[in-house]
């Protein structure tokens, strides 16, 4: 099928019945298992990758395998980068062909924030691609925790989606990168107030660790892309531990395919978490 843009598939979301996973990868064996688990539910996805991650997976030798391997996909695959925070980085994603970037300001004053992600989105749009923003501040590996003071405002999500013509918004609602410490209380209130009034498609980030419940009742509240990442890196570890501890003479090559195995079965379990199957 192949690369598409990440406002394509959004925006193809007429109601609240499902959401399109993103799901981070690092290295080639991620980026197969993660379009086989699609390719098998015949689901469209988007595949990530953070600038946080870049020190392990070279963007410049990653980013031409997950574009690659959407075009080759018999599904519609975004590519995007995630917490895009550099504007070298970004630029290089939008170089070598990513349909969307994520610039995330949420750290700084929301004017700057805005006139940061306006910048990006201009740039973008010079590719062809789109932008995601961040207003709020997601906790855990960004370093902080969810507390009130840190949640979207419904009036800022607002004004930031108007004035920034962003593509997708990332908000804050009680999620956190990482592991939960305790069980998530998620802010559907919240939600359901952003989403009267905002009209871009909204991002959850921090997917790891969510009950299948809650995804729904985000979904059903307006969130339409989901970011997973933890938890594939988990399943990754998982497979390649259990094939070195059942085979003695387990090879690179047994450990390569755990590594697909892992995320092929973490990914394939949140598209039917997230009722994409069947959406292409
Ligand atoms: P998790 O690592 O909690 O799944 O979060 C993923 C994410 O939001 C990437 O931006």
């Not at 599904?75 to 170089?95: F, K, N, Q």
């Not at 501890?245 to 079965?265: I, L, N, P, Q, V």
Request: glycine residues 8%.
């Amino acid at each position: 099928m192949a690369l598409v843009k990440l406002s394509t598939l959004l925006r193809g979301i007429r109601d609240n019945s499902y959401a399109i996973g993103s799901f981070n990868v690092s290295n080639m064996e991620m980026v197969m298992g993660a379009i086989r688990a699609a390719e098998e539910l015949n689901a469209p996805i988007i595949l990530q990758i953070s600038e946080g991650r870049l020190s392990y997976s070279p963007l410049h030798l990653l980013g031409p395998i997950m574009i690659h391997g959407a075009k080759a996909a018999a599904v519609p695959v975004a590519v995007h980068l995630d917490h895009g925070v550099s504007m070298e980085t970004i630029r290089l994603a939008l170089e070598l062909g990513f349909t969307s970037v994520m610039f995330d300001g949420s750290k700084r004053p929301i004017e700057e924030n805005i006139a940061m992600t306006k910048e990006v989105k201009a740039m973008a749009s010079w590719y062809g691609a789109d932008v995601e923003g961040e207003i709020g501040c997601i906790g855990g590996a960004e370093g902080t925790y969810s507390a009130e003071e840190l949640i979207t405002r419904t009036e800022e999500a607002a004004y930031f989606a108007e004035e920034t013509k962003a593509d997708a918004l990332a908000v804050a609602i009680g999620t956190v990168h990482g592991h939960y410490h305790g069980a998530p209380n998620l802010r559907i209130d919240r939600l359901k107030e952003i989403a009267d009034v905002v009209s871009c498609p909204l991002v959850l980030h921090g997917g790891s660790g969510i009950s299948p419940a809650d995804f729904r009742r985000c979904i059903h509240n307006g969130i339409k892309k989901i970011n997973i990442a933890t938890s594939s890196y988990e399943a990754v570890s998982a497979h390649v531990k259990q094939i070195s501890h059942e085979k003695e003479d387990a090879t690179y090559f047994d450990f390569s395919s755990a590594a697909a195995a892992g995320t092929y079965e973490n990914v394939k379990r949140h598209i039917a978490i997230f009722g994409t199957n069947g959406k292409v």
